[in-house]
Nanobody, 123 residues
Framework: QVQLVESGGGLVQAGGSLRLSCAAS????????MGWYRQAPGKQRELVAT???????NYADSVKGRFTISRDNAKNTVYLQMNSLKPEDTAVYYC?????????????????WGQGTQVTVSS
């Protein structure tokens, strides 16, 4: 099993920045991809950024050029740097991990999930 704990969410004004962190523990040797999902009220959950062990990254068009996913292997932590935030970025953000090395933004949900962290962007 893999445990994921997110932190770093909060309230920010439009145009501001936040950095989310996701600390992984447990059977992390089994992880080959990490991702950040988000779900806004009344909307479907979407995968917005992926990072594999290769490493390679992929981003949803809605966040491309504004969000950056990265990792610190020494800390077993993945980050999501979010810049130029917009009110439409408001959502609960979930860190997720998968056993497969996958970069696609669609498909079955990742294998392991964090508890989520709220990001609210005010206009």
């Amino acid at each position: 099993q893999v445990q994921l704990v997110e932190s770093g969410g909060g309230l920010v004004q439009a145009g501001g920045s936040l950095r989310l962190s996701c600390a992984a523990s447990g059977s992390i040797f089994s992880i080959n991809a990490m991702g950040w999902y988000r779900q806004a009220p009344g909307k479907q959950r979407e995968l917005v950024a992926t990072l594999t062990t290769r490493p390679s990254t992929n981003y949803a068009d809605s966040v491309k050029g504004r969000f950056t996913i990265s990792r610190d292997n020494a800390k077993n932590t993945v980050y999501l740097q979010m810049n130029s935030l917009k009110p439409e970025d408001t959502a609960v953000y979930y860190c997720a991990a998968d056993r497969l090395r996958r970069t696609g933004l669609t498909g079955r949900p990742y294998d392991f999930w964090g508890q989520g962290t709220q990001v609210t962007v005010s206009s």
